[in-house]
C-alpha cells in the first residue's frame, strides 16, 4: 500500500509498490481493481462518477497517462480522489498504458513510476493545492464550455425535433408504460442512496424500473429486477441482460448499433432505439411517448457541471429532453424529501386495537370500571355453569 505523509499541507508520496490494473476505459477497469492494486487509466478530466468508484475500490494509487484536469471545465473527480488519499499522478503520457497487466510497478515522491527498479516514466504529482489551482483555470473557461453547450443544443433540436416534439421513431415495445409510474436508474450521482430513500415508494407504486445500462446492475444490486434494459450495451452485465427484461439496444441516428452483437449473441431478444443524445434521454422520451404518468429519475444529469462531466456534446441533449418531459419528471432527491408513504391496513388496525386496549385499560382503574369487570366476571361464570348444566 502507498505510505503518505504531509509536508506543507500537500500529500508526498513515498515509495510504494502494487500489481497494476490498465484499462483506458476507468468503468471498466473498476470492476477489476482490487484494494492496494495500482489503477493505471488514460482519462483526462476525471468525472465525479468514475473518482467515486475508484476509491470505493481503495486502490494504492491512481497513475493518469492524460491530465486528470485539462482546464475545459472544474471536474471534481481529483479533489474526491486526494480528500480519500488515494495518490494521483497525472500526464504520465501514453507509454505508461503499455505496461502489461498484472505487473508489479512502484511509484515514489515526485510522481516517478518505476517497473523493476528502472524509471518508465515522470508525471505531476497531484495535491491540494496544484488541484485547486488547475480549478480556478477551469472556471475561466466555463464561458467556453457554455457558448459550445448552446451551439449544440441547437444542433441537436434540428436533428431531432420530431423525436422530442412528436415521439416519432419511438419504437414498439411489449412492456405498457401507459398511466403507470417509470423509475428510471442511472449509474451516475448518489444512485445508490437515492435507490435506498426511494425504498417505500417502490414497495407502495410498484413503478416499471427501466435500467440504463450499466443501472440495470444497480437495480438488480438494490434488490430489484429491472422491467426494461436500455442502452448502448457497454456496461452493462451479461447476467443482468438475462434477468428477463425487455431489452432496448440504443442506436446512432444512422442506425448502427454497437451493442447489438453483444445482445444477438447471448440469444436474447431485443428492439432497436435510433436517436441523437444519450441512452437516459431516449429513456425519459420513450416512457413520455408511450403514456407514463410519472417519470422518477435516479443518477440522471442535471446541471452543467453533470453535463460536462458526461464527456459528450451530445449532452445538450438532456437539457431539451428535460423541457420536453416537463411536470412529467421528478428528481429522486426531490421524491425522497417530499413523498411519506401511505398507512397500510394493518397499521391502522394496530392503532385502533392500541386505542381500545388505552380505553380499557383507563377503565379498569376507576371504581365505575371495577363494578363493570365484576359484573362481567359473574355473567361469564353464569354462562360457563349453564353450559355445563345442558352438557
Known amino acids: 500500500m502507498a505510505k503518505l505523509r504531509k509536508k506543507d499541507s500537500a500529500i508526498v508520496l513515498q515509495d510504494a509498490e502494487g500489481i497494476a490494473r490498465v484499462d483506458k476505459r476507468t468503468k471498466n477497469l473498476t470492476k477489476r481493481l482490487k484494494a492496494g492494486e495500482i489503477a493505471i487509466i488514460d482519462h483526462t478530466d476525471i468525472d465525479r462518477v468514475s473518482a467515486e468508484a475508484l476509491v470505493e475500490c481503495q486502490p494504492a494509487a491512481v497513475l493518469n497517462a492524460a491530465p486528470s484536469t485539462s482546464g475545459r471545465y472544474p471536474n471534481l473527480g481529483p479533489s474526491i480522489l486526494l480528500a480519500a488519499g488515494i495518490p494521483l499522478i497525472d500526464n504520465l503520457g ?89 423509475l428510471i436508474v442511472v449509474r451516475g450521482y448518489r444512485y445508490k442512496e437515492d435507490l435506498i430513500a ?22 438488480l444490486e438494490a434488490g430489484y429486477t429491472p422491467d426494461i434494459i436500455i442502452g448502448d450495451m457497454d456496461s452493462v452485465s451479461d447476467s443482468a441482460l438475462r434477468c428477463g427484461a425487455e431489452i432496448i439496444v440504443h442506436a446512432y441516428r444512422n442506425g448502427k448499433a454497437p451493442g447489438q452483437q453483444r445482445v444477438q449473441e447471448l440469444g436474447l ?9 444519450t441512452s437516459e434521454d431516449i429513456a425519459m422520451l420513450l416512457a413520455d411517448a408511450k403514456g407514463a404518468e410519472l417519470i422518477v429519475a435516479v443518477g440522471t444529469h442535471s446541471t452543467l457541471i453533470e453535463y460536462l462531466d458526461k464527456g459528450r456534446a451530445g449532452m445538450a441533449s438532456t437539457f431539451l429532453t428535460r423541457l420536453q418531459v416537463g411536470a412529467k419528471l421528478i428528481d429522486a432527491k426531490g421524491v425522497s424529501q417530499l413523498y411519506h408513504y401511505r398507512i397500510s391496513n394493518l397499521q391502522i388496525f394496530i392503532l385502533v386495537l392500541a386505542g381500545f386496549l388505552a380505553i380499557g385499560a383507563a377503565i379498569i382503574v376507576t371504581p365505575m370500571g371495577q363494578i363493570l369487570l365484576d359484573l362481567m366476571r359473574v355473567w361469564i361464570s353464569d354462562i360457563f355453569h349453564c353450559l355445563r348444566g345442558i352438557f
Open 94 to 182: 501514453a507509454e505508461i498504458m503499455d505496461i502489461p497487466e498484472g505487473a508489479i510497478i512502484s511509484f515514489a515522491s515526485g510522481g516517478k513510476v518505476y517497473r523493476d527498479g528502472e524509471l518508465i516514466a515522470t508525471g505531476v504529482e497531484q495535491n491540494e493545492e496544484l488541484n485547486s489551482a488547475d480549478l480556478v483555470r477551469a472556471r475561466a473557461g466555463m464561458k467556453d464550455q457554455f457558448k459550445a453547450f448552446a451551439a449544440n443544443t441547437m444542433e441537436y433540436m434540428e436533428k431531432e425535433q420530431d423525436l422530442i416534439l412528436g415521439g416519432v421513431g419511438v419504437p414498439k415495445i411489449a412492456t405498457s408504460l401507459v398511466d403507470k409510474h417509470v
Open 198 to 219: 426511494l425504498a417505500h415508494y417502490i414497495r407502495e407504486y410498484r413503478p416499471v424500473i427501466m435500467g440504463v445500462d450499466g443501472g440495470a446492475d444497480a437495480v
Open 269 to 277: 431478444d431485443y428492439v432497436v432505439f435510433p436517436a441523437a443524445g
